[in-house]
């Protein structure tokens, strides 16, 4: 059974004070296999953001269902939503998303916190994890002495803690520099490989993507193409998806180009 099955998705926002409609996704239907590392591109308004925050159960589809281990998620009353992304999924995002007033260690095992477990057996699953992520020695410091790269680490530890079903990131990487983004990469990629760890991340990097096991392309609210990376290594993955995404942007070109036809 997929770990995560989406059917036919569509989001419309509509204004308030106006008749005006906006479509954001038009029937999206994919699925995520338990251990898949999948990342989702498309340029900035296709729709990738909004299908993210759908799929953390942050926002309501308008039509379409979406099942995380075969239960919808429109069936879980409003009530129980926070604690269903904190024990079910887990969250990376581009701006770390920690609190400042916390120690990083504070920020790491708020989850657990939350979810009232005691402190002796927080701190059991908070040691591997610090040192498997290379953050023990920053542990007692404020995220505001710490470097992106460290910061980053801290909110991965935070969405891990709870050993979560499907990881979401979006845009992990779009506040760090070269190094500490092949860092956190590399620790992805770990993951999904030695711990089995499932990954959906939203990414405009091709770097970042190439890390990835399938890549979905993302276009005007819908599912345009997708590739698999199977056997190749990820400098080809690499040269796949940057030719896919040129062959989109001349697409786009061509249609922006063609002449204007009256019937």
């Known amino acids: 059974m997929a770990l995560l099955e989406v059917r036919n998705l569509q989001k419309i926002y509509k204004s308030r004070f106006s008749s005006v409609q906006v479509e954001a996704l038009h029937?999206?239907?994919?699925?995520?296999?338990?251990?898949?590392?999948?990342?989702?591109?498309?340029?900035?308004?296709?729709?990738?953001?909004?299908?993210l925050?759908?799929?953390?159960?942050?926002?309501?589809?308008?039509?379409?269902?979406?099942?995380?281990?075969?239960?919808?998620c429109a069936s879980i009353p409003n009530k129980e939503l926070s604690a269903y992304r904190r024990n079910h999924l887990g969250f990376i995002f581009q701006d770390?998303?920690?609190?400042?007033?916390?120690?990083?260690?504070?920020n790491i095992l708020l989850p657990l916190v939350l979810n009232k477990m005691k402190y002796p057996q927080m701190i059991e699953q908070l040691e591997p994890l610090a040192k498997e992520l290379s953050i023990e020695p920053f542990l007692l410091k404020y995220p505001y002495e710490v470097s992106g790269g460290?910061?980053?680490?801290?909110?991965?530890?935070?969405?891990?803690?709870?050993?979560?079903?499907?990881?979401?990131a979006d845009e992990p990487?779009?506040?760090?520099?070269s190094k500490s983004s092949q860092s956190l990469l590399e620790l992805f990629e770990y993951l999904?490989?030695?711990?089995?760890?499932?990954i959906v991340m939203v990414t405009h990097s091709v770097s970042a993507a190439s890390y990835a096991k399938r890549v979905l392309f993302i276009k005007d609210g819908k599912i345009f193409h997708q590739l698999y990376r199977a056997k190749q290594s990820r400098e080809q993955f690499y040269e796949q998806?940057?030719?896919?995404?040129?062959?989109?942007?001349?697409?786009?070109?061509?249609?922006?180009?063609?002449?204007?036809?009256?019937?």
């Open 96 to 106: 770390y998303s920690l609190l400042d007033t916390f120690t990083l260690k504070d």
């Open 192 to 198: 999904n490989n030695e711990q089995n760890q499932t």
């Open 173 to 177: 990487t779009g506040a760090l520099d």
């Open 241 to 263: 998806i940057s030719n896919t995404l040129t062959l989109l942007a001349s697409m786009e070109e061509n249609t922006c180009k063609a002449p204007y036809t009256s019937f």
């Open 150 to 168: 460290q910061k980053q680490r801290a909110a991965a530890a935070r969405a891990l803690i709870t050993h979560p079903e499907l990881l979401l």
């Open 27 to 51: 029937d999206v239907s994919f699925q995520v296999e338990p251990g898949e590392f999948v990342a989702i591109m498309g340029e900035s308004g296709s729709g990738k953001s909004t299908l």
């Open 53 to 72: 925050n759908l799929l953390a159960v942050l926002d309501q589809p308008t039509a379409g269902k979406i099942y995380i281990n075969g239960q919808d």
